[in-house]
């Protein structure tokens, strides 16, 4: 059984009388233990595809499963329990709370899914580089803070599958490579890892890369 598969996404966007093609009949499956990167230019459906994936955004047409259970056009507190109990989702934004410390960002997704663990979160805090963060919010990190932060707390409660949107977009290459250890260490414990990407590094160690562009899979 696939971590996720997805059945042939169509995703349509409307403004006025102009149409976007965001997916065109997209089909991929995510195994246990796999990190696979999605690259492609700007535009090419990259992150419309895993707001699909995370149940976060509906399809057009298609569907998607994760973990054997049907996630698409279920009603969204379906969806929102699907998630909190196997999914981790890293979007480019809008990831933390702004009212609480990354410390206590990081424990949210613990207490949802009824698991808080301060020890993970110190390991989490280390590994994305933040220790000495974990007592700032968010409006007081920069962009490549937000960015690590939002990592740890969509890997908080140690799901089945990690959803992730350019985790490393703005971090330097040594912090990219401790990351990616990190992931790689998460994938050997069984975690399943989708990166969307513009990063050579992580399409180098990935697992398999799936190449989208105007909204369809050309390579794979």
Known sequence: MAAVAAFDLYRFFHAREAETLALRGVSLTLESGELVAVVGPSGSGKSTLLTCLAGLDEPDGGHVEVLGQRLTRRPEAERARIRAAAIGVLMQSDNLIPTLTVADNVMVPMRLASCVDT???????????????????????????????????????????????????????????????????????????????????????????????????VDA
Do not use: K
């Open 119 to 217: 020890t993970r979160v110190d390991l989490l805090l280390s590994r994305v580089g933040l220790t000495e963060r974990r007592h700032a919010r968010p409006g007081q990190l920069s962009g490549g803070e937000l960015a690590r932060a939002g990592l740890a707390v969509a890997l908080a409660a140690t799901p089945s599958v990690l959803l992730a949107d350019e985790p490393t977009g703005e971090v330097d290459a040594l912090t990219e490579a401790r990351i990616l250890e990190f992931l790689q260490a998460e994938c050997v414990s069984g975690m399943a890892i989708l990166i969307a990407t513009h990063s050579v590094a992580i399409g180098a160690r990935a697992d398999r890369v799936v190449r989208l562009r105007d909204g369809r899979i």
